[in-house]
């Protein structure tokens, strides 16, 4: 038997007994992340809150990154109510909450923590017109974190999109930052973050994108020669449980879980910029001939002129995700969606 066919029998063996393990005293939470990562960190808590208000008799289970299967699998076995919590990027719910890649878009949320930190809890727009998106897939959405500024990985400094031209940037799977990196003038190169080490060691890709703490945990600064911030967004991670199992707890139950998240959202916030800053100084320290670039103002601009050729992608990629008889609303509902999060960063500023 193959490693490869050993963990699918082990991921199948976990899935069936997530449906007949008792239900009344143990909840289930999948990341798409590990420990140590920023969704374990509000995992950890999150299950530490729940254990303390209940005295011990409701315990959470956290799945890590693969054990369930894919992001998209997670996200599936929580609208299905196998499991109870999920956290995942707001990327991977493309395909169950198309309008959630609103938070994809760069320079969308831009730069500045208490900002972006006070839009993604407590948005109208999100928390009133987005969130009903999730209800209609069995998902309620419960709050989003920022896990730090998204930096660019790369063999050179890339101040332009001229400097993009001919560079090959692995990127996540999904439509909006695909399509983000060929405004800039890449080569967007889609990729599983478990190939993205060889590939940039073998040069079959020249750059990516992600936060500090992760690019550091992956090792990825050993294989790159420059870091560069761009103030473009952050990489924001969203939290949801089984909507009809929700609204079937006790009403002391249902208080428990939000005041378990608060406290989990709270650690993860703290977590990541210390996690961040932390990881900075690691690499640093670890390679001190890599080179940090910080994008100027004006040099920001042009790619944030850019990215608003991207909204229209925004309103397509939602569009088609519905039938015929609902693409026309449905391109209208995405575009009130991004000018309602826009306000709500105007007003959070």
Same mark, same amino acid.
């Given at each position: 038997?193959?490693?490869?066919?050993?963990?699918?029998?082990?991921?199948?063996?976990? !899935?069936?007994?997530?449906?007949?393990?008792?239900?009344?005293?143990?909840?289930?939470?999948?990341? %798409?992340?590990?420990?140590?990562?920023?969704?374990?960190?509000?995992?950890?808590?999150?299950?530490?809150?729940?254990?303390?208000?209940?005295?011990?008799?409701?315990?959470?289970?956290?799945?890590?990154?693969?054990?369930?299967?894919?992001?998209? *699998?997670?996200?599936?076995?929580?609208?299905?109510?196998?499991?109870?919590?999920?956290?995942?990027?707001?990327?991977?719910?493309?395909?169950?909450?198309?309008?959630?890649?609103?938070?994809?878009?760069?320079?969308?949320?831009?730069? *500045?923590?208490?900002?972006?930190?006070?839009?993604?809890?407590?948005?109208?727009?999100?928390?009133?017109?987005?969130?009903?998106?999730?209800?209609?897939?069995?998902?309620?959405?419960?709050?989003? !974190?920022?896990?730090?500024?998204?930096?660019?990985?790369?063999?050179?400094?890339?101040?332009?999109?001229?400097?993009?031209?001919?560079?090959?940037?692995?990127?996540?799977?999904?439509?909006?930052?695909?399509?983000?990196?060929?405004?800039?003038?890449?080569?967007?190169?889609?990729?599983?973050?478990?190939?993205?080490?060889?590939?940039?060691?073998?040069?079959?890709?020249?750059?990516?994108?992600?936060?500090?703490?992760?690019?550091?945990?992956?090792?990825?600064?050993?294989?790159?020669?420059?870091?560069?911030?761009?103030?473009?967004?952050?990489?924001?991670?969203?939290?949801?449980?089984?909507?009809?199992?929700?609204?079937?707890?006790?009403?002391?139950?249902?208080?428990?879980?939000?005041?378990? !998240?608060?406290?989990?959202?709270?650690?993860?916030?703290?977590?990541?910029?210390?996690?961040?800053?932390?990881?900075?100084?690691?690499?640093?320290?670890?390679?001190?001939?890599?080179?940090?670039?910080?994008?100027?103002?004006?040099?920001?601009?042009?790619? %944030?002129?850019?990215?608003?050729?991207?909204?229209?992608?925004?309103?397509?990629?939602?569009?088609?995700?519905?039938?015929?008889?609902?693409?026309?609303?449905?391109?209208?509902?995405?575009?009130?969606?991004?000018?309602?999060?826009?306000?709500?960063?105007?007003?959070?500023?």
């Amino acid at each position: 038997m193959t490693n490869f066919t050993r963990k699918l029998l082990s991921s199948a063996v976990l !899935i069936a007994g997530l449906a007949t393990a008792a239900a009344a005293d143990t909840w289930k939470f999948a990341s %798409e992340e590990d420990k140590g990562d920023v969704q374990d960190i509000f995992a950890q808590a999150f299950a530490d809150s729940i254990k303390e208000q209940s005295d011990g008799d409701i315990k959470v289970r956290i799945y890590y990154y693969g054990q369930l299967g894919t992001e998209n *699998d997670i996200v599936e076995l929580t609208s299905k109510g196998t499991v109870q919590f999920v956290s995942v990027g707001t990327g991977h719910l493309g395909s169950y909450v198309p309008e959630a890649q609103v938070l994809d878009l760069p320079y969308v949320l831009g730069g *500045d923590t208490d900002v972006i930190r006070k839009v993604l809890t407590t948005s109208p727009t999100i928390y009133e017109g987005l969130s009903e998106k999730f209800e209609k897939v069995n998902l309620k959405l419960l709050t989003m !974190i920022s896990e730090g500024e998204m930096a660019w990985g790369a063999n050179k400094p890339i101040r332009s999109p001229e400097d993009f031209d001919g560079q090959k940037i692995r990127t996540f799977t999904s439509t909006i930052p695909v399509e983000t990196y060929k405004a800039f003038g890449a080569n967007p190169t889609p990729l599983s973050w478990g190939e993205v080490y060889g590939a940039l060691q073998l040069k079959t890709v020249d750059g990516m994108v992600n936060p500090v703490y992760f690019i550091y945990n992956a090792k990825w600064h050993e294989v790159q020669d420059y870091l560069i911030f761009p103030g473009q967004q952050p990489y924001v991670g969203t939290v949801s449980t089984n909507s009809e199992w929700f609204s079937g707890l006790p009403a002391e139950q249902q208080e428990m879980v939000r005041t378990a !998240i608060a406290a989990a959202e709270q650690a993860a916030h703290d977590y990541q910029i210390s996690i961040n800053a932390e990881n900075m100084e690691k690499i640093k320290a670890e390679r001190p001939d890599l080179e940090v670039v910080v994008l100027t103002e004006e040099e920001r601009a042009v790619f %944030e002129e850019l990215s608003t050729t991207l909204h229209e992608t925004f309103y397509t990629v939602v569009e088609n995700a519905y039938g015929d008889a609902e693409k026309a609303s449905a391109r209208d509902g995405a575009k009130a969606i991004l000018e309602g999060v826009l306000a709500d960063v105007a007003a959070a500023n």
